[in-house]
């Protein structure tokens, strides 16, 4: 099981359900994340996020590297758990710099 914290909570200004609606005919979003220790936490996609964990899909995940500097592992990981989250049973992680040598080989 593979948890990831969201920026926010779904707004309730009708966002969400036109995100779901989209959703339904578009399939699995992609879905930028920030990895610290074992945590991914979305730089985007909130909706995106909940909609998948209420419809079922498995979202694809492209992590980006970071560096955290040491006296900030207590603050992530405070903050992480103040964050709205999902956990899915699996996830897609996408390897961007193999796909792009794929396509620059192609």
């Known amino acids: 099981m593979r948890r990831i914290y969201a920026k926010h ?10 995100v779901f609606n989209e959703m339904e005919l578009t399939g699995e979003p992609t879905i930028r994340v920030v990895q610290y220790k074992e945590k991914l936490c979305a730089i985007e996609g909130s909706h ?14 492209v992590i980006l590297k970071i560096d955290i500097e ?7 990981d405070k903050v992480a758990e103040t964050l709205p989250h999902y956990d899915f049973e699996f996830i897609n992680v996408l390897d961007m710099r193999k796909m792009e040598q794929e396509l620059n080989a192609a």
């Open 70 to 76: 040491q006296e900030m592992e207590d603050h992530w």
């Open 48 to 61: 995106r996020l909940a909609s998948c964990h209420e419809q079922g899909l498995i979202p694809k995940i």
């Open 9 to 18: 909570l779904p707004y309730t200004n009708g966002h969400y359900g036109k």
